[in-house]
């Protein structure tokens, strides 16, 4: 009996496993070439805004532990689950467009130029963000210091600090978002910085309602 059939078919499972993968991988290199640049507003402001969210997700966590007050528990639970699933969209983004989760020339690059980047007024009542002279540059990050204050502080003077901090830091993170809208064409992109200028926006005017509740001015 020949084995010659046998052979021409596992010559032919080869060929064509070798075809499925170069064109798995052309898909993804033409998927990465027509999408946004690893260096361009798309891809910066990805990496940017994930850790900007990652500061506001451990801002949350802080005051949770801090205060019994429900409203302010639940606000915080409500940052916390939809920056979270924020920062996991982002970083699956950074993935498909073959683009670096930080960048090495430095954070806000895509946001010259921008009001509220390059100068210590984009930070929490003026200074320096926690992260490192990079952040530093990145609008409405809380200090060290302040993050320090916030987790000594306890009841309402935790529900008071915490409230201030993030006013100061949606308002950054609104600006972040508005500045790639005005940067990008692209869809995805557009549509979830619209959602965290809305999202945030109203979430201001919460935190200035609960800030009068509580005895203290609008932030």
Known sequence: MSTRAPARGRRVTVVLAALLVAAALATLAMTRSSGPRPDGPEAGFARDMSAHHAQAVRMSF???????????RLLAYDIINTQSAQIGMMTAWLDEWGAPKTDPAGPMRWMTG???????????????????????RMPGMASREQLAELEKAEGRDAELRFLRLMIAHHRGGV????????????????RLARTMVDGQNAEIALMNRMLAERGSAAA
């Open 175 to 190: 600006g972040m978002a508005e500045a790639v809208i005005a940067r990008t064409g692209h869809d995805r992109v557009r």
């Open 62 to 72: 802080l005051v949770r532990d801090r205060t019994r007050d429900p409203a302010v």
């Open 114 to 136: 921008h009001p509220g980047h390059g100068s210590a007024s984009g930070t929490a009542s003026g200074g320096t963000a926690s992260g490192g002279a990079g952040a530093a």
